[in-house]
């Protein structure tokens, strides 16, 4: 519960600075956003795809053959930023095995262009990143998982056979143990 409410906080605080500046009519392409069928929204001059939750929510629940790895990060996120690297190897490594990487960024519409963009280009990610932008927090987090109290990291394993969800951040043995519990 104290994990929620810091993260709600958070959210507050950063959804206030974000009005302060509309408010003055700082403008910028990122903020100027239309919604478009499918629920996914397009901002101007950003790289990846924006979701509220109902446009990501398809993502969470495929049952085809592949296991997925739904990752919840942020670039503000200091653990959320040391687990990474091992996504990608994870992704490396089991590109054979039919496994697929989500990375789902709660980073602010104001953080898009100047963090978010310019650290997956330094870091080379190479796993799919997308934006969820909803501030209904309190509404899709039990969405996601009924024990997630609000906090990143988060990571949500699943195939058509197992689904689990992890309030925490990983290590690369950990990863790759939790992992192999659905492809093995």
């Given at each position: 519960m104290n994990r929620l409410l810091v993260f709600v906080l958070l959210l507050i605080v950063l959804v206030s600075c974000k009005q302060k500046q509309e408010g003055d009519e700082v403008k910028t392409d990122t903020m100027e956003?239309?919604?478009v069928p499918d629920n996914v929204m397009v901002a101007a001059d950003v790289n990846f795809p924006i979701y509220d939750f109902d446009g990501l929510e398809p993502l969470l629940h495929r049952e085809d053959d592949h296991t997925y790895i739904i990752n919840f990060w942020a670039t503000w996120c200091k653990p959320c930023l040391e687990e990474l690297p091992y996504f990608e190897q994870v992704l490396e490594e089991q590109k054979n095995n039919k496994v697929k990487i989500i990375l789902v960024s709660l980073d602010m519409p104001h953080m898009w262009k100047s963090n978010l963009e310019p650290y997956v280009a330094k870091k080379g990610i190479k796993s799919?990143?997308?934006i969820l932008d909803d501030p209904k927090q309190n509404d899709w987090i039990p969405k996601v998982s009924e024990e997630?109290?609000?906090?990143?990291?988060?990571?949500?394993?699943?195939?058509?056979?197992?689904?689990?969800?992890y309030e925490k951040g990983f290590t690369y043995e950990e990863l790759n143990a939790e992992l192999n519990k659905f492809i093995n």
């Open positions: 956003s239309e919604q799919e990143v997308v997630w109290g609000g906090a990143i990291p988060a990571t949500l394993i699943y195939n058509k056979d197992k689904r689990e969800f």
